[in-house]
């Protein structure tokens, strides 16, 4: 059975940082690609950064050069380290699994989900 298990979430100060981490069980962690999508109240989950299992990463447009996405297939862990984090960044952050590749929202195996609070 797969499980996803998130942690670091917090209430940050804007301009301020925290590190997410999301450790796996049940898969071979270094065939999934993994993904860290977030959603806001009122607001569709959204993609906010992905990596392949080869290493390739992307990020939205909204937090390119502020989040960087990295992965330890040693540890089955997957790492969300977020820079300058801005009001707009609070949201409810999840750990996506997918095979092979991102499939979207409605597949895959997923976290239960890390608050994170942008404020001062």
């Known amino acids: 059975q797969v499980q996803l298990v998130e942690s670091g979430g917090g209430l940050v100060q804007p301009g301020g940082s925290l590190r997410l981490s999301c450790t796996a069980s049940g898969i071979i962690f270094s065939l999934y690609a993994m993904g860290w999508y977030r959603q806001a109240p009122g607001k569709q989950r959204e993609l906010a950064a992905s990596?392949?299992?080869?290493?390739?990463?992307n990020y939205a447009d909204s937090v390119k050069g502020r989040f960087t996405i990295s992965r330890d297939n040693a540890k089955k862990t997957v790492y969300l380290q977020m820079n300058s984090l801005k009001p707009e960044d609070t949201a409810v952050y999840y750990c996506?699994?997918?095979?092979?590749?991102?499939?979207?929202?409605?597949?895959?195996?997923w976290g239960q989900g890390t608050q994170v609070t942008v404020s001062s």
């Open positions: 990596i392949t299992s080869s290493g390739a990463i």
């Open positions: 996506n699994a997918d095979w092979g590749y991102l499939r979207g929202p409605d597949s895959g195996s």
